[in-house]
């Protein structure tokens, strides 16, 4: 779960929106969703934050899939993932906005669901994530969370061993997880 929140942290950690402002609305929904599977784009939410860390949907969805556009300028990373991890996502742009760090708002995340504040997200919720230097560069990983799975329960391999193979992280922790890199640039 550990991992879980440093990932999302990284991922929230980015300016606050100054170039999704200079985007439009359309142009902000077409970069959020590229991270997404496809088949998964049409009907996903769109969600970006203002500078005070409050949501703004773009686009309603249907399908349980939750995309956010590009909020970095040194870089490019945008995301998607199962809206069980909807709050989450929600409570650290509050947190970022607040001028945590990445270890603080993972702390603070890692606290709330300690209390009960958040729910920890079940076991087999899907990030997607498209990363690199530039939108240009940018390569795609998929993510699957599998709280305290082993490699002898799973049959993976617990560190990468070929570019697209999967593999399992942190195995036989809350913060298992299956690594999915992609071959080729996601969109």
């Given at each position: 779960?550990?991992?879980?929140?440093?990932?999302?942290?990284?991922?929230?950690?980015?300016?606050?929106?100054?170039?999704?402002?200079?985007?439009?609305?359309?142009?902000?929904?077409?970069?959020?969703v590229?991270?997404?599977?496809?088949?998964?784009?049409?009907?996903a939410?769109?969600?970006?934050?203002?500078?005070?860390?409050?949501?703004?949907?773009l686009?309603?969805?249907?399908?349980?899939?939750?995309?956010t556009?590009?909020?970095?300028?040194?870089?490019?990373?945008?995301?998607?993932?199962?809206?069980?991890?909807?709050?989450?996502?929600?409570?650290?742009?509050?947190?970022?906005?607040?001028?945590?760090?990445?270890?603080?708002?993972?702390?603070?995340?890692?606290?709330?669901?300690?209390s009960?504040k958040?729910?920890?997200?079940?076991?087999?919720?899907?990030?997607?994530?498209?990363?690199?230097?530039?939108?240009?560069?940018?390569r795609?990983?998929?993510?699957?969370?599998?709280?305290?799975?082993?490699?002898?329960?799973?049959?993976?391999?617990?560190?990468?061993?070929?570019?697209?193979?999967p593999?399992?992280?942190?195995?036989?922790?809350?913060?298992?997880?299956?690594?999915?890199?992609?071959?080729?640039?996601?969109?």
């Amino acid at each position: 779960m550990k991992l879980v929140l440093m990932i999302s942290a990284a991922m929230l950690l980015g300016a606050t929106g100054a170039m999704a402002q200079t985007m439009s609305k359309d142009e902000m929904i077409a970069q959020a969703v590229k991270a997404a599977p496809e088949g998964l784009r049409a009907d996903a939410t769109v969600v970006s934050y203002d500078a005070k860390g409050d949501p703004m949907v773009l686009r309603e969805g249907k399908n349980g899939i939750v995309c956010t556009p590009n909020r970095q300028t040194d870089s490019y990373s945008v995301n998607c993932y199962g809206s069980a991890l909807r709050a989450q996502r929600d409570f650290e742009a509050k947190e970022r906005a607040s001028g945590k760090d990445a270890k603080a708002l993972a702390a603070d995340t890692q606290a709330a669901m300690a209390s009960g504040k958040l729910k920890a997200p079940p076991t087999g919720t899907a990030m997607y994530m498209l990363m690199g230097k530039t939108e240009a560069s940018a390569r795609g990983m998929w993510v699957v969370l599998v709280p305290n799975m082993t490699a002898e329960a799973t049959g993976l391999p617990t560190q990468p061993t070929e570019k697209g193979t999967p593999w399992l992280m942190r195995a036989g922790t809350p913060a298992a997880h299956i690594h999915i890199p992609q071959a080729a640039p996601a969109g």
